[in-house]
Nanobody, 122 residues
Framework: QVQLVESGGGLVQAGGSLRLSCAASGRTFSTTTMGWFRQAPGKEREFVGR???????YYADSVKGRFTISRDNAKNTVYLQMNSLKPEDTAVYYC????????????????WGQGTQVTVSS
């Protein structure tokens, strides 16, 4: 099984930036999709973005142009760079491992991290 550990969350002001990291253990990191999801209080968990093994990325409309996903296969780590943060970005952020070409469906991901809190103040 793969184990995922997120880090980098915290409190930032609106308009600021934050970078989240997700460190993975296991032997298949380089061949799988890595996704980012978030869940705000009282809300359903929602898709943020994903990156395929070859580096292709896709994002939810709500974060497109502000967030960037990258991965370093040599370090078994995926990153979420968040710029121009808004109060509505406040949520617990999760990374997840999918299949070779997973999309934005939660059902396509089978391993999840514990989550890291991101709070954006006005």
């Amino acid at each position: 099984q793969v184990q995922l550990v997120e880090s980098g969350g915290g409190l930032v002001q609106a308009g600021g930036s934050l970078r989240l990291s997700c460190a993975a253990s296991g032997r298949t990191f380089s061949t799988t999709t890595m996704g980012w999801f978030r869940q705000a209080p009282g809300k359903e968990r929602e898709f943020v973005g994903r990156i395929w093994s070859g580096g292709n990325t896709y994002y939810a409309d709500s974060v497109k142009g502000r967030f960037t996903i990258s991965r370093d296969n040599a370090k078994n780590t995926v990153y979420l760079q968040m710029n121009s943060l808004k109060p509505e970005d406040t949520a617990v952020y999760y990374c997840a491992r999918g299949r070779a070409f997973s999309s934005n469906n939660l059902a396509e991901y089978d391993s999840w991290g514990q989550g890291t809190q991101v709070t954006v103040s006005s």
